[in-house]
């Protein structure tokens, strides 16, 4: 009698473990599944990190620092090629879509965001409602008469077309203007890159936000007064405007940061960016991590 108790019990302990484990491995993978990596580049962006590295661990996501020795010693394997964010510079983050096979990775399709590929679908709602684009060496050689094409006279804003941003966009004098003062040969040395000219136009306050599967998550002001970032609640005006224009523009990505200013008394268009190389300034790290999450997983069972 007391062999065969013991006999159930131990079969019972048995039949316990067995489902304990069962589930814990189960648990195990469903939290493998569900775990995103995200790689930083803190340096670029050490203000804006320390909260978005926060929400990450938070969140129980992995952490793990960007080395640019990688791109001489490898990856690491403890990185997966799934399931990966990264954010730092803009020239890493247009590095890593193109060399690296991470999902949704770096979220920087260099192409995409070129002002080329998106300013036409963009017009009624962009700061320019006139532009050009052509080489940098036919805009010096022609500069009064590309003005007058798009309505200026003595002075134009020039821009790059990359988003990489090879020279900052400013105001230049057309009568004057020359390669040097697009910065050439200190930033960049090809004569032919593209640019953007089209008529000066005054800004006024400027916000960002971040755009995830076409939805506002989270949205930054620009004060210039104290020089500081502010958060931005997603029913201010600004953000329906963002909002509205997400949804009816081509997405360059399935994340991006979108650009937001006052211009002659309207919200306009500014710009769009990619995610992995952009500042997110005050926007909310806990929607960002949140969202990105999971577009993250999302894209990986797609895979799968």
């Given at each position: 009698?007391?062999?065969?108790l013991?006999?159930?019990?131990?079969?019972?302990?048995?039949?316990?473990?067995?489902?304990?484990?069962?589930?814990?491995?189960?648990?195990?993978?469903?939290?493998?599944?569900?775990?995103?990596t995200?790689?930083?580049e803190?340096?670029?962006?050490?203000?804006?990190?320390?909260?978005?590295r926060?929400?990450?661990?938070?969140?129980g996501?992995r952490?793990?620092?960007?080395?640019?020795?990688?791109w001489?010693?490898?990856?690491?394997?403890?990185?997966?090629?799934?399931?990966v964010?990264?954010?730092?510079?803009l020239?890493?983050a247009?590095?890593?879509?193109?060399?690296?096979?991470?999902t949704?990775?770096?979220?920087?399709?260099?192409?995409?965001?070129?002002?080329s590929?998106?300013?036409?679908?963009a017009?009624?709602?962009?700061?320019?409602?006139?532009?050009?684009?052509?080489?940098?060496k036919?805009?010096?050689?022609?500069?009064?008469?590309?003005?007058?094409?798009?309505?200026?006279?003595?002075?134009?804003?020039?821009?790059?077309?990359?988003?990489?941003?090879?020279?900052?966009?400013?105001?230049v004098?057309?009568?004057?203007?020359?390669?040097?003062?697009?910065?050439?040969?200190?930033?960049?040395?090809?004569?032919?890159?593209?640019?953007?000219a089209?008529?000066?136009?005054?800004?006024?306050?400027e916000?960002?936000?971040v755009?995830?599967?076409?939805?506002?998550?989270?949205?930054?002001?620009y004060?210039?007064?104290?020089?500081?970032?502010?958060?931005?609640?997603?029913?201010?005006?600004?953000?329906?405007?963002?909002?509205?224009?997400?949804?009816?523009i081509?997405?360059?990505?399935?994340?991006?940061?979108?650009d937001?200013?006052?211009?002659?008394?309207e919200?306009?268009?500014?710009e769009?960016?990619?995610?992995?190389?952009?500042?997110?300034?005050?926007?909310?790290?806990?929607a960002i991590?949140?969202?990105?999450?999971?577009?993250?997983n999302?894209?990986?069972?797609?895979?799968?």
């Open positions: 009698m007391a062999a065969r013991s006999e159930s019990v131990s079969l019972g302990l048995t039949n316990f473990v067995r489902s304990w484990l069962f589930d814990l491995v189960r648990q195990a993978e469903e939290n493998t599944m569900n775990s995103v995200w790689v930083l803190s340096e670029v962006f050490p203000e804006t990190h320390a909260p978005l926060k929400a990450i661990r938070e969140r996501q952490l793990i620092d960007w080395s640019d020795e990688w001489y010693d490898g990856v690491p394997r403890r990185i997966p090629t799934s399931a964010i990264f954010h730092g510079s020239g890493n247009a590095r890593v879509a193109k060399e690296l096979h991470w949704p990775g770096s979220l920087c399709p260099v192409d995409a965001f070129c002002c590929a998106w300013y036409e679908a017009k009624p709602w962009l700061v320019h409602s006139a532009w050009t684009i052509c080489p940098a036919d805009l010096v050689a022609n500069a009064s008469a590309v003005a007058t094409q798009i309505g200026s006279e003595s002075r134009i804003f020039v821009r790059p077309d990359s988003p990489l941003k090879p020279f900052s966009g400013r105001v004098d057309v009568a004057t203007l020359t390669l040097a003062k697009l910065d050439h040969g200190f930033y960049f040395d090809d004569e032919s890159l593209s640019v953007i089209a008529p000066v136009k005054a800004i006024g306050r916000w960002r936000f755009i995830v599967e076409r939805n506002v998550v989270a949205g930054s002001a004060d210039p007064a104290g020089r500081k970032s502010l958060p931005v609640a997603l029913d201010a005006e600004a953000a329906f405007f963002a909002s509205s224009v997400a949804a009816k081509p997405a360059p990505a399935a994340a991006y940061v979108l937001v200013c006052e211009c002659g008394g919200l306009r268009l500014l769009l960016n990619p995610f992995g190389g952009a500042d997110l300034y005050a926007c909310d790290p806990v991590v949140d969202a990105l999450s999971a577009l993250a999302k894209q990986e069972v797609d895979r799968s």
